[in-house]
């Protein structure tokens, strides 16, 4: 019997571990394309930090940040590495997640044994962010072999990243709730994903933005990403650390109440 609630689709979120076998399920197939997978995410973002940051860099020469200068490589990479976890999260929460519920019918099949709906969610959330944590350890150990940064600190930035993909992959199961195909989702991308990532201090400090936009970029699940990811590249510790995680908590916690709402109607009709 299918594992679907007849309570409030917003009832809170009844979990158990009965997502770990839906999250190996999920390893042990990806396994098999494991190498064509890590290259197809990291290729990208190198690109993007090869021929901006060497490229541009040359140009740009240094940023300033507050009271000191770094160069334009170390700026661009401390955020492009967050622009990785999320693309690399949102890539697999829509489209191998549609796959699986819409396509392949695999989540039918799933709560075909005793598992929620609830958990089959919490799965693919998790999946997501670990996808993102494999491709942005890759990125970072290109970023090492490169010398563009040796922080210490940068150990700490492995689990900030890991909450980022969390995050990001919590919002675009809403999205994947509400797909009729794959098309639905350059909404997302066009509308969403692209306006954050010039908004949120990849390329340029968000100091250059108009107040009114600035204020607004300030409270971007990838803006809090990047004022936690960048001092830490830079050997610092942020400013407001506190503040930043909370908008990311703020962002995970909702996104994925909504997710498995609209998930849970989803399967209802």
């Known amino acids: 019997m299918s594992q679907v609630s007849t309570a409030s689709v917003w009832a809170a979120p009844r979990l ?11 390893l042990l197939v990806w396994r098999k394309l494991a190498i064509p997978s890590l290259v197809g995410n990291i290729a990208e973002p190198l690109m993007w930090l090869v021929a901006f940051g060497y ?84 990125i970072l150990g290109v ?47 066009t509308l ?9 201090g990849i390329f340029f400090p968000t100091t250059q933005l108009p107040p009114l936009v600035r204020t607004v970029a300030e409270w971007l699940p990838l803006t809090a990403a990047v004022e936690l990811v960048r001092p830490l590249f830079m050997d610092q510790w942020p400013a407001h650390p506190l503040r930043h995680g909370l908008v990311l908590l703020g962002f995970a916690v909702a996104a994925f109440w909504i997710a498995l709402a609209l998930t849970r109607k989803r399967f209802r009709n």
Request: aromatic share 16%; proline share 4%.
């Open 192 to 200: 969403f994903l692209t306006p954050m990532m010039f908004l949120s």
């Open 55 to 138: 490229g541009l860099g040359a140009l740009v020469g240094q940023v300033q940040l507050g009271d000191r200068q770094v160069p334009y490589i170390l700026f661009l990479a401390s955020g492009s590495i967050c622009m990785s976890a999320m693309n690399a999260a949102s890539f697999e929460a829509l489209y191998s997640a549609f796959s699986r519920m819409h396509v392949q019918k695999t989540w039918d099949g799933i709560m075909n044994a005793p598992v929620r709906l609830d958990d089959v969610v919490l799965a693919e959330m998790l999946w997501a962010a670990f996808k993102a944590l494999f491709t942005v350890t890759a």
């Open 143 to 189: 970023m090492l072999a490169l010398g563009i940064s040796h922080s210490p600190k940068l150990l700490v930035a492995w689990p900030v990243l890991l909450f980022v993909g969390i995050t990001f992959s919590c919002i675009a199961l809403i999205f994947n709730a509400l797909a009729k195909g794959y098309d639905f989702f350059t909404y997302y991308f």
């Open 16 to 26: 158990s571990m009965r997502w770990w076998p839906v999250f190996l399920r999920n």
